[in-house]
């Protein structure tokens, strides 16, 4: 049973990338997914969550409007799209899952707090915004 993030890179400011989160094991649609960065050094942020009932999302104000979660059940991947990279995306990436979960404590409570609660987390992928 695990989680694993990936599609990191290397990729210039203005740019997109899609990052997935598979799980094997369990089926990711009875989960909330969360995705969750960190730069060595500094706090981790939640950036974004889809819940499991209805798939409502939640995203930090750092990416609203530029990164988009969705599920795609018969993969049993979640995806986090993208786009308008700028270097203050440059984190490591990371996805966690919590059974029958929701997204209402995202914003409000601390992001690590959120990341170690959650039922199952996924290695994490490299994500490297710079021209």
């Known amino acids: 049973v695990q989680l694993q993030a990936s599609g990191g890179g290397l990729v210039q400011p203005g740019g997109s990338l899609r990052l997935s989160c598979a799980a094997s094991?369990?089926?990711?649609?009875?989960?909330?997914i969360g995705w969750f960065r960190q730069v060595l050094g500094k706090e981790r942020e939640a950036v974004s969550c889809?819940?499991?009932?209805?798939?409502?999302?939640y995203y930090a104000a750092s990416v609203k409007g530029r990164f988009t979660t969705s599920r795609d059940n018969a993969k049993n991947t979640v995806y986090l799209q993208m786009n308008n990279l700028n270097p203050e995306d440059t984190a490591a990436y990371y996805c966690?899952?919590?059974?029958?979960?929701?997204?209402?404590?995202?914003?409000?409570?601390?992001?690590?707090?959120?990341?170690?609660?959650?039922?199952?987390r996924g290695r994490g992928t490299q994500v490297t915004v710079s021209s």
């Open positions: 966690a899952g919590t059974m029958e979960g929701d997204c209402s404590a995202y914003g409000s409570q601390p992001a690590s707090r959120l990341y170690y609660g959650m039922d199952y």
């Open positions: 094991g369990f089926i990711l649609d009875d989960y909330a």
């Open positions: 889809i819940s499991s009932e209805n798939d409502s999302t």
